[in-house]
C-alpha cells in the first residue's frame, strides 16, 4: 500500500504541527507539494516583492510514524521525484550572493519538458531534487530555516536514490516535504533554484536509538554529514569535528590519526549559502566506515 498526501501543508518544524496521517515504520508515501512560493506566481509579470511571504516554503504533511521516539533515527529513501512541466527562478534586491547588486526583482518561468528545463533559451538537463525536508524539533522553526531537524537544507544530492538519515525529536517523528527543485546548482547563489510543484514517493523506517546529532545522507558510494550555522566557517568546523570522530570510531585509530586520514579522504563541500543558516557537506567515502558505525559514532545524548 502506498499512502498519499495532498492538500496538508505546514509553514514550520515543531511541536505545534499536528499529523495528517499515521504509518507503520516500512511505509511507502507519497506526498505532493506546492513550489516554494505556494505556486503564487501564475506568470513573470507576478515579482517574488508582491506574493504573501507567510507562504513561503510550504511542507507537505506531517506524517506521524509509528514506533518513532526521541533518540531514534528517521531513515528516509527516496524513491522517486516528479515534477510540473514548469518552474519558477526569480531574483530580488537583497537576495542571494549579490543581493546588493540586483537592483530590481525580476521572475522567469522555466518550461520543462523530457527532462531538461528551458531558461531564456538555455536548455538545461533537469535533476529533481528536494529542498526541505525534516521532522518536528522541540521548538517551531521556519520551513525556511535548516538545522538539526533538516528543514530547508537546499541539498541536491537529496534526489531519488539517495537515503537520508534524521534525528527524531518528537513522538512519531513528525515528517514532511516540500521545495522541490528541478534543477539547483551548488549554493542556490541567487537565492532560487528552478522552483517546482511536484509529488515526492518515499520509504520511511525508523532506527531504534540510533539518533544522527546532525542530518547524514548517504548517496553513492559516499555518506555526507549536512550540518548549518549561520557562520560556514563553523559549519564545516563542526562537520570535520564529527567526521573525525567519525573515523576513529569506525577503524580504531587515535584521534590524531583519524584527523590526518581525515584530511586524505575526506570532502568538504556547499550545498547553499543563502538561507539564514548555510549549509555544508562533510563527504565520508563508504569503505571507511559502515552506516550503524556512523550513527553511532554522532548518536544524540537525549535519551
Request: hydrophobic share 40%.
Amino acid at each position: 500500500m502506498v499512502y498519499k498526501v495532498k492538500d496538508s501543508y505546514v509553514n514550520s518544524f515543531g511541536p505545534s504541527m499536528k499529523p495528517v496521517i499515521k504509518v507503520k515504520s516500512g511505509s511507502v508515501v507519497t506526498l505532493h507539494t506546492l513550489d516554494c512560493f505556494s505556486n503564487q506566481i501564475k506568470d513573470e509579470s507576478t515579482l517574488v516583492t508582491e506574493i504573501d511571504f507567510s507562504k513561503i516554503n510550504p511542507a507537505t504533511g506531517p506524517i506521524f510514524v509509528e514506533n518513532s521516539k526521541r533518540g531514534d533515527a528517521l531513515k528516509v529513501r527516496i524513491l522517486d521525484i516528479e515534477v510540473a512541466d514548469r518552474g519558477v527562478v526569480a531574483v530580488i534586491p537583497g537576495g542571494g550572493v549579490l543581493g546588493s547588486m540586483v537592483k530590481k526583482p525580476v521572475t522567469r518561468i522555466c518550461t520543462i519538458k523530457d527532462g531538461y528545463a528551458m531558461l531564456n533559451g538555455v536548455k538545461i538537463k533537469c535533476i529533481p531534487m528536494i529542498g526541505v525536508i525534516g521532522v518536528a524539533g522541540d521548538e517551531d522553526v521556519s520551513c525556511g530555516v535548516p538545522g538539526r531537524h533538516g528543514g530547508n537544507m537546499d541539498t541536491n544530492l537529496i534526489r531519488k536514490g539517495a537515503i537520508l538519515y534524521l534525528p527524531v525529536f518528537r513522538d512519531g517523528a513528525l515528517f514532511a516535504v516540500g521545495d522541490l527543485h528541478a534543477v539547483m546548482g551548488d549554493g542556490e547563489v541567487c537565492v532560487t533554484g528552478c522552483e517546482v510543484s511536484g509529488k515526492v514517493t518515499l520509504e520511511l523506517d525508523v532506527i531504534k536509538n540510533l539518533a544522527p546529532s546532525w542530518p547524514v545522507l548517504e548517496f553513492g558510494e559516499n555518506y555526507y554529514l549536512l550540518v548549518s550555522h549561520e557562520d560556514i566557517n563553523k559549519a564545516f568546523r563542526e562537520g570535520i569535528k564529527l567526521a573525525v570522530k567519525i573515523l576513529e570510531h569506525s577503524l580504531g585509530i587515535s584521534w590524531e590519526d583519524a584527523y590526518m586520514l581525515a584530511s586524505l579522504v575526506v570532502d568538504l563541500e556547499i550545498s547553499q549559502v543563502v538561507d539564514p543558516k548555510k549549509t555544508v557537506r562533510i563527504k565520508i567515502p563508504k569503505k571507511y566506515v559502515k552506516i550503524e558505525q556512523l550513527l553511532e559514532a554522532i548518536r544524540m545524548q537525549i535519551l
